[in-house]
Every structure is written in structure tokens, then in C-alpha cells.
């Protein structure tokens, strides 16, 4: 069985005949996060609750469901369910068996472990409390509240077993329940304090709360929340885009647009929806995206007569027009480019910005008289892309030349640019540009009669930047303290910040501070620096420093009275969080130089890391390989390029992650395979040899081709 998602979760529930009802709100990470939503719930009286998924020394898995009230004593729980030492499993395991997120770990998901590995022990309390209860379906941004025996309704329709365990009091441990077995008693012990995801030092609790080398999932949740990029909707997997992103978005559009209209690539605009026909005329394309379309079934009450996709990407949209456009050569290269979004409906673990079911992209799709110029436009474009990447959001990339079994569906073949989060080991395909070679040609009958009279086909490319951009730089640069931002990027580049002001600061003095930051704004400006003053009266100096430092701001500008008597400022920068006078005269300059200088900074810095993240290793060395994807690490190795060969080193990858974790004890290890990732156009200097990397292939390597992990 397929494994149940947010929404497919929901229509289980109904389908148990549950009495429910149905609360959304913005993500809730922990019961910390949920408790200020719970407050304004239509049912005042629920109670939250807390779910553990664990794993002991004896590899027994199980899924802990509590009020969330109750202190959780793992010693107690061992003996109450005859467990070995457990400990909390690790994020691989828990998405490989409940297909759940951390954040979003609920008992309906028991659903999902269709192998029945993991035990689910519910808390006595739990069943016995008056008060109804409160779950996140698969989704933390919707909570569903039910009554404990409406729950059990549920467990008994699927027929899913638990044991029930008193965790507060001396009891016969674990009593039977739904078939379970009979487990020892247990004797009281002192519980244990509630543990609680410590902030980051130097933030208030209107900041970020944890850090994000301990807990990068609950971090970047935060950061584009709490920065004003992101707004929860209550759709799984749709986000409203605020003003922050979506202006972050214009100047990548700005620039990438006004590069291929240079090139004579002309804007356009498709409709979104897709005939059913016309989706399915190339076979292959429709394989590698049938899990992913959402379709179009009624219109109100009534049933379509043949449903309507709605576009994952656009090459079946537009080709039948490309057909009807293109007669001769003189009609060639043929270049459109369209502003839209896309829907790719089916995976459990949305993203923000990474993994959307809804997101912004340009798509260009062109067709051209040679192959060798449609080759020459896909390394053109993809240049652009890595110029958005590494001029614009300073984030470094690798150009390169994706394997067949990762290259996109349908085409002939894909380069790529890969982004590299070196906090969590794993890459991001930042964007693509594809030569699809003749076969859409083939499917949509475009043909052209040639200068000398012959019919011939188009060679067509498609190529794609979406709103993913700017994960990748959230991801990359931003910290402790919340969003940081390149310049050429932000928003607002500069602001100022009036400071020492207080109680005995004459109105004179206050006068002149504001028409120094009016002034020095209006020099700014007039450089094209993109700056603003925060001039709010109910504000302390120190409330809008956390501010603009929340809301990555490159440069923040500190002006009072003794700035203005020294005819200087402080400038303070967000990148590295140090402070540097300077003198007012030639002022706007020299904040347009730092601003340079800031972008290259975080390019350099980025780069630096990145480089020190990636191995060469040759082929032999197959041992190293998973011990160094665990450092958060990518690898260079000689590859076959066959997609046997590829999928042979996921699975071997992976299986040697979960035997590292289980003889080091370790559950927080990633217990996930490598995947190819590119084979880099700029190849290792070092000889290839005549050995694919993974030990058991036969075949000569043709690249040197970098795995990893990835999103």
C-alpha cells in the first residue's frame, strides 16, 4: 500500500466514521510552537498531545502517543512496554517507516508501516482523559480534535494493535490492549524534567529558538516564518509568498529576463491546463510525471467528460503550437519564455520554497534548426543560472551534466547547477537546461522544410529556474539570528536606526539625528542603494536592531547625537555581525562599496566551505565512502553512467548508513543512500583508471561523476 499523505489522511479518518473536527494554523513544530494556536481553537477544552517515535538497543521501534502534560520518563517507558535502552530514532528511519516528518509525528500515521515494525503504545492517561484530543494529521499546520474514544474508533477500524502503558504511577505496565500482549510491571519513578529545544543565546523568544547546527528543520522553519518570507496556508504543501521573497524573486527575475531577451528569447503565455490527450502523447515525459499531476475532475456538481491536468511543466501545453507555428527554417530558432507556476502534486514532505505541490518558474522552450544550436543555447542558459546563483544570492554551484537515470523525463539530455547546504551534508538541484533532442517533435508532428526543400525536424531544448532560489540561499547564508541577505538580493539593503536617544536628549538633538538619517537616505539613494529609515516611535533603538537582524537587512545604520557631533555612523553588518565607523563625508560611496564587497565576501566564504565538503575519491575506496557522506560531505568518483550501476550505490550507500548507525549507537546518523548528483564540467585533473567505483560493477567509468545526498 501506497503511503497515506496529509489529505488522503484526513479522508481515512472520515472513513472510520470519526467525529472530528478540523483546526489550521501556521506550522507548529513542537508543543511549544502548537500552544499559542491551541488557545484559539473553537474547543477550548482539548488538550494537546505529544508523540515519541523511538528505537532500543534490540532494534525495536515504537511510536509513544501522551498528553502532552506528561513527563515523559524513558527509563519508565522501558520497563513499562520490556524495552532495551530506547532512545528517540532518527528522522531516516521515522520517514522510511511512518512516512512523517519531525514536527508532524501523529499515531494516525501508524497507517503507513504496513510491515508492522513499529509498536504503538498509547498512554493510560490518554485513553482515560475527559478532555478531547488534540493531533496533527500528517500536516503541522492543521490539528484534528477528537474525542479518546472517537480515537480508539479509528485504531479499531484499520485494525491496528497497541499496548497501553501507565507512565505516572505504580501499574501492571503494560495492559493488553487491541490484541497486544501482556508486558511486566513497572515500578514509580521520579519523572523526568520536560526537555525543551534550547534557544540560541542572544535572541529574544520574537527571534529564532534554536540553533541551527542542532536543529536545521525546526531553524529554517523559523527563520522564513519569523523573517516575514513565508505564511502558512492551509493546503499541504502551498505557502503564501510575502513581500520579502516575492521581491527577492523580481530582481532574479529582473536580471534573468533582461539576459534572454538580449538573446532574442520572447515572453509568451500558456494555459494552465492540460488535456489528458496531450499529456500522454510522449510517453516517457508522462512517466516520469504521472505521480505528480493533479487533475481537474468537476465543474461544481458536475463530472467533467474527460479530466484536465493542470501543468506540471509546459512542453505539452505549448508543442501542438509549436507545431502550427513552425513551417520553415526561416521560422527557426523559434525562443519563448514564460513567467507562471506549476503544480506538482504527489509527495508527503513539503518544503518551503524546496519542495512545493504549487511554485513560481520561468520555463524557456525553444526550437532550433541544428542540434549544435540548441547545444549552444543550453550551456548559455545554464551560465545564467549559475550567475542568479552566485552573482545574485552568492551561493556557489556546479555546472554539470546530469546521469540518464536522472536526466529529464522524455529528453535527450539535462545539465544541471547543484547547490550545496553545508549544514545538513545535502545538495539542491538548483535548476536545469535540457536538450530534448527530436522526440517532442517526433510525438507533435513539428517539422520544417529545410533551405534546400527537405522536411526535417526541430532539435527543441526546455529549460527552468524556479522559486527554489531562495531556500537555497535561506539555507546557505542565514544564521543564529534569522535571515541574511546578499545585497544585490535584499529588499532593503540599508536602514537606519536612530539610537541614543533617551529622557535627556534635547528636542534639538533629536531633530538633528532625524534629518542626518533623512539625508544620508536620500545619498543612498540616489547611489541606488535601496535603503529606508525606521523612524517608528513605539520602538526601542534595540527592538529594531532584533528587527532588521530578524529580517536579514545587509547594512544596518546606526545615527545618534554623538554620531552627528562626530560627523560619523556605524555601520553594522548583518553578515558577520560586526560594527565599523565611518565618516559622513563621501558616505554614499563608501556604503555602496561595502555592499560590494559584502556580496563577494559571501560568495568567497560559501565557496570555502563548500570546497572543504567534497572528495575525490577513486575507485577501491568503496569503505570511505559512506563515512565521509556522514560528515556532510559530497564525493567525486569514476562512474559507469549505468543506471543498474546508479542504483546499486543508492541502496549499498544506504544499507552501509543504517549498519554505521546500529554499531555506533547513534540514531541521529543519516541512514539515507547517495544519489548522482553531476558528473562536473569541470572534470578532477586526476586520471580516471578503469574501475566504476562501486566494487561489484565490471564496467569501465566514464566520468568522474559527484554523489550525495540531496533534497
Request: proline share 5%; hydrophobic share 35%; glycine share 6%.
Amino acid at each position: 500500500m501506497a503511503a497515506v499523505t496529509a489529505d488522503e489522511m484526513l479522508g481515512k479518518i472520515k472513513e472510520a466514521g470519526v467525529a472530528m473536527t478540523l483546526e489550521s494554523h501556521e506550522a507548529a513544530m513542537t508543543v511549544d510552537e502548537w500552544t499559542p494556536f491551541h488557545k484559539n481553537f473553537s474547543d477550548s477544552n482539548s488538550v494537546l498531545t505529544r508523540c515519541l517515535f523511538m528505537k532500543d538497543k534490540k532494534k525495536q521501534l515504537f511510536l509513544l502517543v501522551t498528553l502532552a502534560s506528561t513527563r515523559t520518563d524513558l527509563k519508565l517507558f522501558s520497563k513499562a512496554v520490556g524495552s532495551k535502552e530506547p532512545r528517540f530514532a532518527s528522522e531516516d528511519v521515522l520517514d522510511e517507516k511512518l512516512r512523517v516528518k519531525k514536527g508532524a509525528v501523529n499515531p494516525f500515521a501508524i497507517i503507513n508501516d504496513t510491515s508492522s515494525d513499529v509498536t504503538l503504545v498509547l498512554e493510560d492517561a490518554l485513553l482515560k482523559s475527559a478532555a478531547p484530543l488534540c493531533f496533527h494529521p500528517m500536516d503541522n499546520t492543521k490539528t484534528v480534535i477528537l474525542s479518546n474514544d472517537q480515537f480508539v474508533k479509528y485504531l479499531d477500524h484499520f485494525n491496528i494493535k497497541y499496548q497501553v502503558a501507565d507512565l505516572t504511577a505504580d501499574a501492571d505496565a503494560a495492559a493488553p490492549a487491541g490484541g497486544a500482549k501482556k508486558e511486566k510491571p513497572v515500578k514509580k519513578e521520579k519523572p523526568a524534567k520536560k526537555e525543551k529545544a534550547k534557544p540560541a543565546e542572544g535572541v529574544n523568544k520574537e527571534g529564532i529558538q534554536v540553533k541551527k547546527e542542532e536543529d536545521f528543520a525546526t531553524w529554517y522553519q523559523q527563520v522564513i516564518t519569523r523573517s516575514d518570507m513565508i505564511e502558512y496556508y492551509d493546503i499541504s504543501g502551498c505557502y503564501i509568498l510575502r513581500p520579502n521573497a516575492i521581491n527577492i524573486w523580481k530582481y532574479i527575475m529582473r536580471f534573468f529576463d533582461d539576459e534572454i531577451t538580449e538573446m532574442g528569447v520572447e515572453p509568451c503565455y500558456f494555459p494552465m491546463f492540460v488535456s489528458k490527450g496531450a499529456l500522454e502523447k510522449e510517453e516517457s515525459h508522462v512517466d516520469g510525471f504521472s505521480a505528480e499531476v493533479a487533475w481537474v475532475t468537476k465543474s461544481g456538481s458536475s463530472d467533467l467528460q474527460e479530466p484536465i491536468a493542470i501543468r506540471p511543466t509546459s512542453e505539452t501545453v505549448m508543442y501542438p503550437s509549436f507545431a502550427k507555428w513552425i513551417r520553415s527554417h526561416r521560422d527557426l530558432p523559434l525562443r519563448l519564455n514564460q513567467w507562471c507556476n506549476v503544480v506538482r502534486w504527489e509527495f508527503s514532505h513539503p518544503t518551503p520554497f524546496i519542495r512545493t505541490r504549487e511554485f513560481l518558474w520561468q520555463e524557456g522552450h525553444t526550437a532550433h534548426e541544428t542540434e549544435e544550436g540548441a547545444g549552444k543555447e543550453v550551456h548559455e542558459i545554464l551560465d545564467l543560472y549559475a550567475r542568479v546563483y552566485e552573482e545574485y544570492l552568492a551561493v556557489p554551484v556546479y555546472k554539470g551534466m546530469k546521469t540518464e537515470k536522472e536526466k529529464f523525463a522524455g529528453g535527450k539530455y539535462t545539465t544541471t547547477v547543484e547547490a550545496f547546504v553545508p549544514t545538513v551534508g545535502r545538495s539542491v538541484q538548483g535548476a536545469t537546461s535540457h536538450c530534448l533532442g527530436y522526440g517532442f517533435a517526433k510525438m507533435f508532428g513539428i517539422s520544417f522544410e529545410d533551405k534546400n526543400g527537405k522536411q526535417q525536424m526541430p532539435c527543441q531544448n526546455s529549460w527552468g529556474l524556479t522559486t527554489r532560489t531562495i531556500g537555497v540561499m535561506v539555507m546557505v547564508h542565514s544564521d543564529d539570528k534569522g535571515l541574511v541577505l546578499p545585497p544585490k538580493v535584499a529588499p532593503t539593503q540599508c536602514v537606519f536606526v536612530p539610537v541614543g536617544i533617551n529622557s535627556k536628549t534635547t528636542p534639538e538633538d533629536m531633530q538633528k539625528v532625524k534629518d542626518a538619517c533623512d539625508d544620508l537616505m536620500k545619498q543612498l539613494k540616489s547611489k541606488g542603494v535601496r535603503a529606508k529609515v525606521d523612524d517608528r516611535n513605539d520602538k526601542t533603538s534595540g527592538n529594531k536592531c532584533n528587527h532588521w537582524e530578524l529580517r536579514g537587512v545587509p547594512i544596518r545604520i546606526e545615527v545618534g547625537p554623538k554620531e552627528v557631533g562626530a560627523n560619523s555612523a556605524v555601520l553594522c553588518f548583518r553578515h558577520t555581525l560586526s560594527k565599523e565607523t565611518v565618516s559622513l563625508d563621501n558616505f554614499a560611496q563608501t556604503v555602496s562599496d561595502k555592499l560590494v564587497g559584502m556580496q563577494s565576501e559571501m560568495l568567497e566564504n560559501a565557496k570555502k566551505l563548500r570546497q572543504e565538503r567534497n572528495v575525490l575519491l577513486e575507485a577501491g575506496k568503496w569503505e570511505e565512502f559512506v563515512p565521509i557522506l556522514n560528515q556532510l560531505k559530497t564525493c567525486v568518483v569514476p562512474f559507469c553512467g549505468e543506471e543498474a550501476c546508479e542504483d546499486r550505490i543508492k541502496k549499498d550507500s544506504a544499507a552501509k548508513a543504517q549498519e554505521l548507525i546500529e554499531e555506533e549507537e547513534d540514531e541521529r546518523a543519516p541512514s539515507m543512500g547517495a544519489k548522482s548528483l553531476c558528473a562536473p564540467f569541470d572534470q578532477p585533473d586526476k586520471a580516471l583508471g578503469d574501475k566504476c567505483f562501486h566494487p561489484q560493477c565490471k564496467n569501465a567509468p566514464k566520468d568522474w561523476v559527484m554523489f550525495g545526498r540531496s533534497y
